[in-house]
């Protein structure tokens, strides 16, 4: 079993990383140096970089400085934009050099995004001209496109290549380049003409050459597609990686399905903000300061809280039935509650129908009429448990009957605009998932209220 | 140029999807199969599948009818359940278990749950007694378990041979085995020692034995592991394939990115179903039943109007302020209204700071401190403007005053119970998602009501 020991599986794995963390801080506090680069031999690269993150900041220079330069590149790669920057700035000038130099070109653009250009340019001008070139290219396409994730360090092979000899450049060429489960078939021009996997290569005949096993059907994107709909495609076709061209099919780089990932986690995460009546956070929430957590906030609480405001004119505007029935103001929190929940699950479901193409079969009048099915069923429900409990607790019939009517048409309508605004927004240009439930709760409030107290004046006979 | 013509990017992509649906559905209505057959050759095979699924039911068989053996197995993988099982039941015996034996094992498991008892049996004994074993194995392990996700079919090779003899080896073994990016090396007893890729064995010196190129720091899972686990070490470690091991580390398979993928988006969902107070769907939501659809609604909207009937309680304990200063009752909304929209942001940032580990860093009294602050600071901006609108449109001191402080207070108990509850949830051994927005909009419509006639009584001197 002593063969078995380095294997370790999920369970010990949490526990490995929290030990690694504990007794890095524990060795550099002691000074045993020795001891650490000791620790450090076996960890994987991103459980080490989560080891210097934990460092109190005056050690982690320190600890970074203990690693071999090529983990060192993807220690950095791996580390917070906030650590990369505080680092950069206590590298002594060979050290960083060194360093970004070295890094994958797709992360050294990350990195640029987040620095002062006084930086950057210094930087720029102590790269080579191979690795400049390659973060030129991509600081030239957009945020969250294709072009700007992509490496270009792919590898491409000509057609007449037997397996064989393919596999010999492969090796000729796998120092400077990232070499990944596809490799890419091009033409004299550079354009992308097919695509053959290792695979393939391993199991066909060694003198077969790559235009016959080469697969012709090569999904691809553009460098200016958006990174989500990339993801997508690797998704929808079960992709390891995608050649990325620009309009005359030339292959300019490829995005690999460990960087997609992140975008759908990051893509899922800026969904459930929205959906939580927040901006979508440009940075971790929980690393921005007070301040940004206001701005970053302030703006859908202030809004709602006008829009809100609507109420208080209806009920003031009714103010006579209120002064005869004080009765009909306790029951308002419990209708545009009850509302509002059926509102947020009919969003809910919605939006996340839109964003996971689970409706891309379904006509939005389709849904629609269905959420009002349902809201009138759910509505019926709830409106026969409270007519009920009023009779019961506190005895009042008129009452009751208002409020459980009021309830059905809320949940009603509260349904049908939760499912509706999410097409509206889309239609709008907008993004579905603004369609949060603090708004749709806002528009069940103030539609509510008004349905109840008019349900109030022909019921109650005011 | 004619060469890259096949080569489709991602805009013009989903143009070719709606062109293929329409078109075979014209096709198979004017009998014109060979032109189908065409059609259909150089589509990818999740393509073909919803061209399928989008038939009416009548031609969806034919359309199948149409593919070539090992393309239909795979359309086959692709069709969601609903569509699987209605085939199923048209195809004739030898097609059900020409299909059935080729498919993969965790697909074919991933029938069998959805599949009558009888037909399984039916089905177990016309498999190969190769296929029926992994069947079986897969079949053993829990639902959502690594175990249950996995395939059986990885290659396993030996330590002693040499790069040249494992690719030997692997071309041997591809008809019967899945070729993922990574080959295991395992002991006499299938315990696994080491992992190479493609890479690795393409560009080593040909003669080089296995035990020297491979890693021995394999990350493995358990067959018990939850698939959420799996994919966040694949996802972790930029993986594209995890070995699935038992207790003793013995080798039983391989979870891939692509399943893992998918997986991710379906924890998502359950995230962002659970925070829109919504169960988790089992199914596709816009596929089943309207009865099944109130049967996953209705818990949570009657527990919440139940729960939510505590504020009936309390505004009927008070009625006599109430019916002293009326007005009181038209700011129940806007102050319960904005106090849940700061609770539901809390709540919402807290959660998937939970689910994604963005919060593994922090202390929770430390994120619950950072929340009341920022409730405070929030409700001292809206208490502020509240006052300042009252004072200008109605002229009522003493109610701004109390509506004022109320809003205060009431978002700072809604940031902080937003923080706290998930936590909460989680110690108890609940998921942090059931914190939803309309359980913690609930939650502090019972408070705030509470706070505010409190401070009525306080303020108006009632």
Redesign the interface.
């Known amino acids: 079993?002593s063969?078995?020991s380095?294997?370790?599986?999920?369970?010990s794995?949490n526990e490995l990383r929290e030990v690694v963390r504990s007794q890095l801080k524990l060795l550099l506090e002691e000074k045993n140096y020795e001891g650490a680069k000791t620790l450090l031999v076996?960890v994987?690269s991103?459980d080490i970089a989560e080891a210097i993150?934990?460092l109190p900041e005056t050690l982690q220079l320190l600890g970074f400085r203990l690693l071999k330069k090529n983990i060192a590149v993807q220690v950095y790669e791996y580390l917070p934009p906030r650590i990369q920057q505080s680092l950069i700035k206590k590298f002594q000038d060979e050290e960083v050099i060194n360093i970004v130099n070295e890094m994958s070109p797709d992360k050294r653009a990350k990195l640029f995004d987040e620095l002062p250009p006084k930086l950057i340019r210094k930087l720029l001008n102590h790269l080579s001209a191979e690795e400049r070139q390659a973060t030129d290219l991509l600081l030239g396409y957009g945020a969250d496109t294709?072009g700007r994730i992509m490496t270009p360090k792919y590898i491409a092979l000509k057609e007449h290549l037997t397996a064989i000899e393919a596999?010999k450049k492969?090796?000729t060429l796998?120092q400077q380049s990232e070499?990944s489960?596809y490799l890419y078939v091009t033409?004299e021009d550079k354009?992308?003409?097919g695509l053959i996997s290792?695979?393939d290569?391993?199991?066909c005949d060694p003198k077969t050459p790559l235009r016959e096993i080469m697969t012709?059907?090569?999904?691809?994107?553009?460098t200016e597609?958006d990174q989500e709909?990339?993801a997508k495609?690797?998704?929808?076709?079960?992709?390891?990686a995608l050649p990325i061209?620009d309009k005359e099919?030339t292959l300019l780089g490829v995005v690999t399905?460990?960087d997609?990932?992140?975008v759908?986690?990051l893509e899922?995460?800026e969904?459930?903000?929205k959906?939580?009546?927040?901006d979508s956070p440009k940075d971790?929430?929980?690393e921005i300061s007070?301040f940004n957590?206001?701005k970053q906030?302030?703006p859908?609480?202030?809004l709602?809280?006008v829009t809100?405001?609507a109420?208080?004119m209806i009920?003031?505007h009714y103010?006579v039935i209120?002064?005869q029935v004080?009765?009909l103001?306790?029951?308002?929190?419990?209708l545009?509650?009850?509302g509002?929940?059926?509102g947020?699950?009919s969003?809910?479901?919605v939006?996340?129908?839109l964003s996971?193409e689970?409706?891309k079969?379904?006509k939005p009048l389709e849904?629609v009429i269905?959420e009002f099915?349902?809201g009138g069923?759910?509505g019926m429900?709830?409106g026969v448990?409270?007519i009920v409990?009023i009779i019961l607790f506190?005895g009042q019939q008129k009452v009751s009957l208002t409020v459980g009517i009021s309830l059905l048409c809320i949940t009603i309508i509260a349904a049908t605009t939760g499912a509706t605004l999410p097409y509206l927004f889309m239609k709008l240009g907008f993004d579905p998932a603004l369609m949060?439930?603090?708004l749709i709760?806002?528009v069940v409030?103030i539609l509510g209220?008004f349905i109840y107290l008019n349900t109030a004046r022909f019921v109650l006979g005011i």
Do not use: C
Request: net charge negative; hydrophobic share 50%.
């Open positions: 079993m063969n078995t380095s294997i370790a599986s999920a369970t794995r076996p994987p991103v993150e934990g294709a596999q492969i090796r796998a070499v489960y033409d354009h992308l003409i290792l695979k290569l391993i199991i012709q059907e090569v999904i691809s994107a553009d597609t709909e990339v495609l690797i998704q929808r076709y079960d992709l390891l061209v099919k399905v460990d997609i990932i992140d759908l986690e899922a995460t969904d459930i903000y959906m939580g009546g927040l971790d929430y929980f007070l957590v206001i906030r302030s859908w609480v202030l709602l809280l809100n405001s109420t208080v009920l003031s103010e209120l002064d004080v009765a103001a306790f029951f308002t929190p419990l545009i509650g009850a509002g929940n059926v947020a699950q969003s809910t479901v939006i996340r129908g996971t689970g409706l079969d379904k849904v269905r099915i349902t069923l759910l429900m709830l448990l409270v409990g506190l949060s439930s603090p709760t806002t409030d209220i």
